[in-house]
């Protein structure tokens, strides 16, 4: 069965703080991806990766960066966290092939207060 | 650009009664098209996908819905809802050849009430 897990499902900071938020798959996907979920918006990509050490923007990648040195984990670290990055966060892997199916983990809810 | 749009934020429905959840989408070339189903507290499921051949394509839980091009649309249906089937529901698209991005939809909120 396949699986992507997120390092925790709640997540309480504070303002100014480094947050790293943790993503492992088992599939021995190429493609890992975050996304941030807020209501009314859907879903939207912060960054991807195609392969170990690569990565590349998303749509909104301003207060975000990226860590992939393994091909099973590509970690979310938010620099000096801000009440505007509040949200639901999602993680997603993708064999690199078509039609790159993306299977998600159960999310991480963030709170910076 | 590709883009999504999900004609209803929020369907209402007795249980037992159908829906058809409203997805549109533009782009200039062949496309992959997914819908994806979120309970609550949960990550996103794949419901079913479109990729090529018969444009009436059948996923889990008796959802089904039918690709029309020349409307560029992929409406969800489901002839009889459940109260389980409460949850968000996400309509994606992915442009063929234009690597593993994902497109969505702001979501539909189905509410299933007894």
């Known amino acids: 069965d396949v699986k992507v897990t997120q390092s925790s499902r709640y997540l309480v900071k504070r303002t100014g703080e480094k947050v790293f938020l943790e993503c492992v798959q088992d599939?021995?996907?190429?493609?890992m991806f975050w996304y941030r979920q807020d209501p009314g918006l859907g879903l939207r990509l912060i960054y991807f990766s195609y392969d170990v050490k690569m990565k590349e923007k998303g749509d909104i990648p301003e207060g975000y960066s990226v860590s992939r040195e393994k091909k099973e984990r590509f970690s979310l670290i938010l620099e000096s966290a801000s009440t505007n990055q509040t949200s639901m966060y999602l993680c997603?892997?993708?064999?690199?092939?078509?039609?790159?199916?993306?299977?998600f983990g159960p999310g991480t809810r963030l709170t910076v207060t | 650009a590709q883009s999504v749009t999900q004609l209803d934020s929020q369907v209402p429905v007795f249980e037992e009664a159908p829906v058809e959840l409203r997805c549109n989408y533009s782009s200039s070339v062949s496309v992959y098209l997914f819908w994806y189903v979120q309970y609550p507290n949960q990550g996103l499921q794949l419901l079913l996908k479109?990729?090529?051949?018969?444009?009436l394509v059948k996923g889990i839980n008796g959802f089904e819905a039918e690709f029309n091009k020349s409307q560029t649309s992929f409406h969800l249906r489901k002839p009889s809802v459940h109260i389980s089937d409460t949850a968000e529901y996400f309509c994606?698209?992915?442009?063929?050849?234009?690597?593993?991005?994902?497109?969505f939809g702001q979501g539909t909120e189905l509410s299933v009430k007894p």
């Open positions: 994606a698209v992915r442009e063929v050849g234009q690597g593993g991005k994902l497109i």
């Open positions: 479109y990729l090529s051949g018969s444009t």
């Open positions: 997603a892997s993708s064999r690199g092939l078509e039609p790159y199916e993306q299977y």
């Open positions: 599939m021995d996907h190429e493609n």
